[in-house]
């Protein structure tokens, strides 16, 4: 046996250990599940009763998109008064709320919706 057939030997294990790890890479990938990656497109807001509003309600903002956006309320001068998907109105009289929905991607990319109303009782 000379050199050469030393080398050849260590390449054809180096490649029959190559192709065998690529069938294993590709019998994992065949057991995945895709993951989709979508921004907000759309955001939706909800109260306990419905059009009619109170001291005390708290409002629910929802938004499509994966992974789960980040929300931020603000109020009608643009004020952050909450960083969660919920916001509770503190005061009585008329009100503005805006609710964005931002996509934790690389990209930025959010939706937003505003309710306004007028909140009934008296400051807890």
Known sequence: MDGH????YLSSFTYLFYI???LDYFKTLSKCTPVFIDCPSSVTITS???SSFSVGDVLTCESDGYPEPSYTWTDSDGVVVSTASTVTIQ???PFTFTCTAE???TTTCSASSSVSGNATGKIP
């Open 91 to 93: 005061n009585p009289g």
């Open 5 to 8: 057939d030393r080398l050849y």
């Open 103 to 105: 996509g934790n991607l």
């Open 20 to 22: 065998s790890s690529l």
């Open 48 to 50: 306990p009763a419905g």
